[in-house]
């Protein structure tokens, strides 16, 4: 079974400043990854996903997220934050047999003027 | 193209009564999952329906229950409601089943329930 730990509740940062949400996971198998954003008083929308390939993947928004296998993690970065990124972040797993998703409990990321 | 459309948008319910939500997919995509999302315990799988059949289910009790018609539209009750059941609840559809990897999952804004 997969389980999937955000280690960071919250995460407060001042505009323009830089930003890791951090996100490991645990799987006896080879798994799928992605991190999802929660705008306030909205529905989930992928940010980014890692299947195969380069380890370094770019998402929207000026998002990218590193997949670091020995380390189990998938931790989500921004160099530079606004105001409007102010939302909760999810990370999630799947193994690659049954695609079914884990979920983090998410990161709350404040932006402070 | 619309999104995925959730209704009511609010719902306020009374313990031991029953509600059902509604979801309309993406046109074109045939996979509906339900999520229950409380600050508590986070994003909470409930189930996942396919042409019209449950794929797959967590690990919620009898109470909460599903369908999806022909038209990939999806509802979801639950019956006997408790306190605890007051929660975000997520609608997400995709093209197909089981293929999160390209076809990711596309989320509505929620029915918050609120059982008092």
């Known amino acids: 079974a997969q389980s999937v730990t955000q280690l960071d509740s919250q995460v407060p940062v001042f505009e323009e400043a830089p930003v890791e949400l951090r996100c490991n996971y645990s799987s006896s198998v080879s798994v799928y990854l992605f991190w999802y954003v929660q705008y306030p008083n909205q529905g989930l929308q992928l940010l980014l996903k890692?299947?195969?390939?380069s380890t370094l993947v770019k998402g929207i928004n000026g998002f990218e997220a590193e997949f670091n296998k020995s380390q189990t993690s998938f931790h989500l970065r921004k160099p530079s934050v606004h105001i409007s990124d102010t939302a909760e972040y999810f990370c999630?797993?799947?193994?690659?047999?049954?695609?079914?998703?884990?979920w983090g409990a998410g990161t709350k990321l404040i932006i402070k003027p | 193209k619309a999104g995925v459309t959730q209704t009511p948008r609010y719902l306020i319910k009374t313990r031991g009564q029953q509600v059902t939500l509604s979801c309309s997919p993406i046109s074109g995509h045939r996979s509906v999952s339900w999520y229950q999302q409380t600050p508590g315990q986070g994003l909470q799988f409930l189930f996942e329906y396919f042409s019209e059949t449950q794929r797959n289910k967590g690990n919620f009790p009898g109470r909460f229950s599903g369908r999806q018609f022909s038209n990939s539209r999806s509802e979801m009750n639950v019956s006997t409601l408790e306190l605890g059941d007051s929660a975000l609840y997520l609608c997400?559809?995709?093209?197909?089943?089981?293929?999160?990897?390209?076809?990711?999952?596309?989320f509505g804004n929620g029915t918050r329930l609120t059982v008092t």
């Open positions: 997400a559809s995709s093209l197909d089943s089981g293929t999160t990897i390209t076809s990711p999952l596309h």
């Open positions: 890692y299947l195969s390939g």
């Open positions: 999630a797993v799947s193994a690659r047999s049954n695609y079914q998703l884990i």
